[in-house]
């Protein structure tokens, strides 16, 4: 059974940082993108990053730019998403998901879900 399982989330004070981790079982991501995304409380939910099959592309919302990270490792078949400078409206559950495609992909391409992490910036 594939799984991607989000951590890292909890609470923290603006201009704070975290870390957050989708570590995948069941299968390997090697040639998949590897996106996260975030939903707010009465809001839809919103893209934030993403990384190419091979790294070798990135994009993230321009909300986050400057600020969010997003990198991979093959070993440990996982992403990363490092939050810096973070701000209250960054809060949110956040989500990963992987996409079988070579490069950016579109939502529609995304087959794998995570369960979400919560993310909780304080003012």
């Known amino acids: 059974q594939v799984q991607l399982v989000e951590s890292g989330g909890g609470l923290v004070q603006a201009g704070g940082s975290l870390r957050l981790s989708c570590v995948a079982s069941g299968r390997t991501f090697s040639s998949s993108a590897w996106g996260w995304f975030r939903r707010a409380p009465g809001k839809e939910r919103e893209f934030v990053s993403v990384?190419?099959?091979?790294?070798?592309?990135?994009d993230y919302a321009d909300s986050v730019k400057g600020r969010f990270t997003i990198s991979r490792d093959y070993a440990k078949n996982a992403a990363f998403l490092q939050m810096n400078s973070l701000k209250p409206e960054d809060t949110a559950v956040y989500y990963c998901a992987t996409a079988h495609h070579y490069d950016i992909p579109d939502l529609r391409d995304y087959d794998y879900w995570g369960q979400g992490t919560q993310v909780t910036v304080s003012s």
């Open positions: 990384i190419t099959w091979n790294g070798d592309k990135t």
